[in-house]
T-cell receptor
């Protein structure tokens, strides 16, 4: 049984470059979430998908950010024209169904450093 | 204004000591989750508490949900270096969507 998988684990880029992160959720999970975590903070919600539909986006998700889940399986999060303020850990999580208590299974994260 | 306040922010103790960390809000929770996050890793769910006054135990960890469902605590007995990590509380919002609001966490360091 594999958990949530994220790639790459670490990414260093120069300001202005585009980056893309990939998330493979637990196979039977139909919900997929992206969170961002900066130093000293808890994770902050960015967006989530149910199957291939993107159902909610946070105001943190500026127009430089785009997330897709084309076939309802893996998801990508792209950041265009990166800024130093984008440096953070990007966490992906998945869940199997609508749950009243909303437990999530997180991946190990993709750490982005923008120079 | 942070919806969830966690305290203390940092805690450094010796192996074998007991400790309690807190999660508080001015709002009533429908349920609350506790996660532990190790450096460079994603959070891992420890427990979900749902009922006011509920107490759940996970080995040396005891989780309590306040009677009024506005606060929760995590007590660790005889802490070990393996307990080191960031302890986060989180509550779901948006009905049954499963989106979570996290506190800033308590960073625990247990020294051998």
């Amino acid at each position: 049984d594999t958990g949530v998988s994220q790639d790459p684990r670490h990414k260093i880029t120069k300001r202005g470059q585009n980056v893309t992160f990939r998330c493979d959720p637990i196979s039977e999970h139909n919900r997929l979430y992206w969170y961002r975590q900066t130093l000293g903070q808890g994770p902050e919600f960015l967006t989530y998908f149910q199957n291939e539909a993107q159902l909610e986006k946070s105001r943190l998700l500026s127009d430089r950010f785009s997330a897709e889940r084309p076939k309802g399986s893996f998801s990508t999060l792209e950041i265009q024209r990166t800024e130093q303020g984008d440096s953070a850990m990007y966490l992906c999580a998945s869940s199997i169904r609508i749950s009243a208590t909303g437990e999530l299974f997180f991946g190990e994260g993709s750490r982005l450093t923008v120079l | 204004t942070q919806l969830l306040e966690q305290s203390p922010q940092f805690l450094s103790i010796q192996e074998g000591e007991n400790l309690t960390v807190y999660c508080n809000s001015s709002s009533v929770f429908s349920s609350l989750q506790w996660y532990r996050q190790e450096p460079g890793e994603g959070p891992v769910l420890l427990v979900t508490v749902v009922t006011g006054g509920e107490v759940k135990k996970l080995k040396r960890l005891t989780f309590q949900f306040g009677d009024a469902r506005k606060d929760s605590s995590l007590h660790i007995t005889a802490a070990q270096p393996g307990d080191t990590g960031l302890y986060l509380c989180a509550l779901p919002y948006g009905g049954s969507q499963g989106n979570l609001i996290f506190g800033k966490g308590t960073k625990l360091s247990v020294k051998p």
